[in-house]
């Protein structure tokens, strides 16, 4: 795969989950050591107006602190990205995500929440206002499954990063759940669905067993 014209379909094709999780995460070393990849980007753009076909659909939080593109050193048409405070499933969600498998080819579904989240916090301080409400109503199953010591609030960090774990174990189950396409796409290998855990401080992406 070129660095100055998007993959192609034949290079996706070419490619396993496998290999491409490993590219995401030699990109994350990539980003954490600041030796990104030199691309060009005006040549990208044209070579982008032939059509898609992205290695892989990450589903992320809104936080402006996670660059997701960048975090993994990748271009345009590399990866799909969808975002929603708090990294979780909804119909819109699973129909992208659908859509960046079945459809476009995408052979990685990854659920990456992040350190320190704020819809993450909010949902363990219980805040309710306006449609935020029902946006925290997605991550309180997390944050009733978590186990901790001391306050369930945003003022016990281990408690909020265990919830933040956790609430990206329940999404992938919840992805499998709600999903035949994706589920069965995963049982027969031809995709996974991984989750892992960004570092506002480090920058590195820890992938969750």
């Known amino acids: 795969m070129g660095l100055n014209k998007i993959i192609t379909k034949l290079e996706q094709e070419a490619l396993t989950p496998d290999e491409i999780l490993n590219d995401l995460m030699e990109g994350n070393n990539r980003f954490t050591s600041d030796n990104f990849h030199s691309r060009d980007y005006n040549a990208l753009k044209v070579s982008a107006t032939v059509g898609q076909y992205p290695k892989a659909v990450i589903l992320s939080c809104v936080d402006s602190r996670v660059p997701v593109e960048t975090v993994f050193d990748q271009g345009i048409g590399d990866i799909f990205v969808a975002r929603v405070a708090g990294n979780f499933e909804n119909k819109d969600i699973l129909g992208s995500m659908e859509y960046a498998c079945k459809v476009a080819g995408s052979k990685l579904v990854f659920v990456m929440g992040h350190e320190s989240c704020g819809a993450v916090s909010a949902a363990c301080d219980g805040i309710e206002l306006g449609n935020i409400t029902h ?7 997390a944050v009733e499954a978590v186990k901790t010591e001391g306050k369930r609030d ?15 174990r329940l999404t992938m189950e919840r992805v499998r759940e709600k999903s035949p396409i994706l589920k069965d796409m995963e049982y027969k290998g031809d995709i996974k669905i991984i989750g892992g855990v960004y570092s506002l401080q480090s920058g590195k992406v820890e992938l969750l067993s």
């Open 135 to 141: 946006l925290l109503s997605n991550i309180k199953p």
């Open 154 to 168: 945003s003022t016990n960090k281990k408690f909020v990063h265990d919830v933040v774990e956790k609430n990206v």
